[in-house]
């Protein structure tokens, strides 16, 4: 039975259960204040969410001290990809980059069992969703709770243009056809697959916010997010 996944990868394949100690902690919060010269009314001056912290206690199970000191060595270079995906018993998924990998005993006298444990920091989200906006934009709902969520957006050109404004970003000299992506989840923009970074004015990422967003192009669009959970 599998406790974890990592990667799509159940926690099984590596020999390893994970213990109900494991902890997912809260985000990390940065917020800046203006305080008057005198009295206590300040003025908010801006608040950045950051990563939350987990910590994961597992048990590595061989059938030989080499088969689990392999085993250990596998899972460890599992989540030394970065990031990683994680499902984790809570029924989320995190995006997860690893910190540190902890100190290494055996728990059974012929080697066999082995404990370890790992530190990440990542973010909570949910599967990846999928709306389709009409020609000329419209509203989206957007589900999690995160202040700004990345997303990509795709359109297909459905005539020749010199400007092509696409959500608020300015393309140049698009043809019919063309296939339009503003990928701000893996950070590209590209025109037909090809990267067509230069052919924008991007300066900043097209950002989702919790509930009703609206977004416009000149023809139809796809919209792809995560939810993110605080």
């Known amino acids: 039975m599998d406790d974890f996944y990592i990667d799509g990868q159940g ?10 100690s494991y902890t997912v902690g809260g985000v990390s919060l940065e917020r800046s204040r203006v305080l008057p010269a005198a009295g206590l009314r300040f003025v908010p001056a801006g608040s950045r969410v950051g990563l939350r912290e987990i910590s994961l206690p597992v048990h ?4 030989s001290p080499r088969d689990a000191a392999q085993r250990k060595s596998a899972l460890d ?9 994680l499902a984790l018993p809570d029924g989320f998924l995190y995006t997860a980059s690893l910190d540190k990998i902890g100190a290494v005993t055996e728990l059974s006298a012929d080697g066999c069992i082995l404990a370890g444990s790992y ?9 990846l969703e999928t709306a389709a906006l009409p020609a000329g934009g419209g509203e989206l709902w957007v589900r ?3 202040p700004d969520m990345e997303c990509r957006l795709t359109c297909t050109v459905g005539a020749a243009a010199g400007s092509y404004l696409m959500a608020g970003i300015l393309w140049v000299n698009v043809q ?15 025109r037909n697959g090809v990267n067509a970074l230069n052919m924008t004015d991007l300066t900043r990422w097209p950002l989702l916010a919790p509930g009703l967003n609206i977004l ?13 959970w605080l």
């Open 176 to 190: 019919a056809g063309d296939v339009l992506v503003l990928d701000g989840i893996k950070r590209v923009v590209t």
């Open 11 to 20: 926690a099984s394949v590596f020999g390893a259960r994970l213990l109900t």
């Open 216 to 228: 416009t192009a000149p023809d139809a669009m796809t919209v792809e997010y995560y939810p993110i």
């Open 119 to 127: 530190s990440l920091v990542g973010f909570r989200h949910d599967p």
């Open 60 to 63: 590595i199970y061989g059938q």
């Open 144 to 146: 999690g709770t995160a």
């Open 77 to 85: 270079a599992a989540l030394l990809a970065d990031p990683v995906e």
